[in-house]
């Protein structure tokens, strides 16, 4: 007959939850996280080869102090079959946006509180056209 052993559990085991807790620091899960959203008036883009801007894009009050961008989700609105060459410009720089929405981390690491805008040129021959709906979401830590 087997004696009955009783197990007692590894002693590391206590400590898994201070573990967890500091591989989450170091992997910057914990760390504070924000967002901020603007928006521009729609705008007419009507001359080839030409940028126009939108009206710039910033955060309200002191949402973003000294934080850094993590990401940035965009938008904005075209007619059906109509195309353009978009930009979304920060002051240090500028990233093509490849369709009418989307989200781009080229921008990670500037500075969250700056401005930001649409850039929109048309491609040649096409005709004028309206862009409206345009948004940014700028997530940053």
């Not at 085991?13 to 967002?35: F, I, M, T, Y």
């Not at 989700?73 to 007619?79: A, I, N, Q, V």
């Not at 059906?80 to 981390?105: D, I, K």
Request: hydrophobic content about 45%.
């Amino acid at each position: 007959m087997k004696a009955f052993t009783r197990r007692t559990p590894c002693p590391a085991w206590r400590h898994w939850p201070a573990v967890a807790l500091l591989l989450a620091l170091a992997a910057g899960e914990l760390q504070a996280a924000g967002s901020w959203v603007a928006e521009a008036p729609a705008l007419r883009v009507s001359v080839a080869g030409r940028d126009t801007a939108s009206a710039a894009l910033q955060p309200g009050g002191k949402q973003a102090n000294g934080e850094a961008i993590t990401s940035i989700t965009w938008r904005y609105r075209l007619p059906p079959g109509r195309a353009l060459n978009a930009r979304l410009c920060h002051p240090s720089g500028c990233v093509a946006l490849p369709a009418q929405r989307g989200t781009t981390r080229a921008l990670a690491g500037q500075v969250a509180e700056a401005p930001l805008t649409f850039r929109f040129s048309l491609p040649r021959g096409e005709r004028p056209v309206r862009v409206g709906g345009l948004q940014v979401i700028v997530n940053h830590r």
